[in-house]
């Protein structure tokens, strides 16, 4: 009812960013897809990519000058799949993501994530700035997947 009523109510300026955290299974990027369809569906424009071809995109952009950094900063919603499960490439990863989340924040563009890290994990990872922005409770709006392995379950 929340992600139908979150796409229903869709706003780019007013919407909150959606992060999405737990075990691996539990339908989180199932949803955020449903979710970007939906707003999709409303002419709005999304762009929806893993955690790994982020970072490709932000190596690209680094390196040769792509205009990637502009795309992530600038349309309307972005969801991040996977964020955790890249590689971390020095003076990109976390410098670029920190710039893409920054400049989005900043503009009060929404970010929907999907992690199977939890809070305290991602400080780790990613450093206090990065999950400060992510996890700011007045910006975001942060569900907990639980359960099993839907991929797992046997089928009748």
């Known amino acids: ?10 706003d780019v300026k007013k919407s909150s960013n ?13 949803l955020s897809n449903c979710i970007a369809g939906s707003i999709l569906k409303k002419g709005h424009s999304v762009l929806v990519l893993s955690s790994y071809l982020l970072v490709e995109m932000l190596k690209n952009a680094v ?40 400049e989005r924040y900043r503009k009060g563009l929404p970010i929907i994530v999907n992690s199977n890290l939890l809070p305290d994990q ?11 922005r992510l996890f700011d409770k007045a910006n975001s709006t942060v569900l ?9 379950k046997n089928k009748k």
Do not use: W
Request: charged share 20%.
């Open 63 to 102: 390196f040769s000058g792509s205009n990637a950094l502009k795309k992530l900063t600038e349309v309307e919603l972005l969801v991040i799949d996977e964020l955790g499960m890249e590689q971390m490439l020095n003076n990109v990863t976390i410098e670029m993501l920190f710039m893409v989340i920054n």
């Open 1 to 10: 009812n929340f992600s139908v009523k979150y796409a229903e109510k869709f």
């Open 144 to 152: 907990l997947f639980q359960g099993h392995d839907i991929r797992l």
């Open 18 to 30: 959606l992060v999405f955290v737990g075990q691996t299974g539990t339908g989180k990027t199932f």
């Open 122 to 132: 991602m400080v780790q990872r990613y450093t206090e700035r990065i999950t400060s």
